[in-house]
């Protein structure tokens, strides 16, 4: 089974084995001509030797969900071959408002998800969701846009598009909701511990030269937070610089 997909703007042909890949990635699929038209960026292929690699990484022995895993297979090699075109995947959750893109960085189970859907329970129609797991950034020398992939995390929130970058928010718990920015320096070590990071060594240097380019050209922000529409409007006005409320009222 082949297909040809197009993410953050590179389109990459991919060989694979089940049909679950197919449908989870339906709205990147690119047609022969488009292919054709823009160029191919990668060829892959996964494996079976892939698939029980992959399988051994997430200590998973049901067959059953051999789809599954081949898609994680498939993100861990586009992973390692996007870094060099300078792609890097970020955990996070990334939300869209006025044409651009905030990211929220914490550990699983902090509240991501929980947070972005405040974001768009209070801001309705201003806001939508480009990515809640597993968004692409691209660097370029001019701007860093934030692409939609179909790893979208449990709630399956996802759109196919691209926003540059506003900003990125490490979220933490708290009972009072603060937000400060930190420095380049201060925000290295956490965001690193969020993007992939590749096996190979040419990729991981590539990585870190990215991340460090990402600390130094991006806002960086510290938020402690309960859950609650007036923690989504401190997050917004801070990171947008704009007085939400003014607009609410």
Not at 108 to 133: P, Y
Not at 169 to 185: D, M, P, Q, T
Request: hydrophobic letters at 40%.
């Amino acid at each position: 089974m082949e297909g040809i997909y197009r993410f953050a703007d590179l389109t990459v042909r991919i060989e694979h084995q089940h049909e679950y890949f197919k449908k989870m990635a339906a709205d990147y699929e690119v047609t022969e001509a488009d292919a054709r038209a823009s160029g191919i960026d990668e060829i892959f292929q996964i494996t079976e030797f892939d698939i029980r690699s992959e399988a051994k990484r997430n200590d998973e022995t049901d067959r059953a969900r051999d789809g599954m895993i081949e898609s994680l297979a498939i993100y861990r090699k586009l992973c390692e071959r996007l870094v060099h075109r300078n792609v890097v995947l970020i955990h996070a959750s990334a939300i869209a408002m006025d044409g651009k893109a905030y990211l929220f960085l914490a550990p699983s189970g902090t509240g991501k998800s929980t947070h972005t859907r405040m974001w768009r329970e209070t801001f309705g129609d201003k806001v939508f969701m480009i990515n809640d797991d597993k968004p692409l950034l691209r660097l370029d020398d001019e701007k860093i846009l934030v692409y939609g992939t179909p790893w979208n995390g449990k709630h399956c929130l996802d759109t196919n598009v691209s926003v540059e970058i506003g900003g990125i928010c490490f979220l933490g718990r708290g009972v009072e909701n603060r937000i400060w920015k930190v420095s380049a320096g201060d925000g290295l070590v956490q965001l690193l511990a969020s993007v992939y990071r590749p096996d190979a060594a040419d990729g991981m240097k590539k990585t870190l030269e990215l991340v460090a380019q990402l600390t130094k050209r991006v806002p960086l922000w510290k938020m402690e937070c309960n859950i609650s529409p007036e923690a989504a409007i401190m997050a917004c006005e801070a990171m947008t610089g704009k007085s939400i409320r003014e607009e609410m009222a």
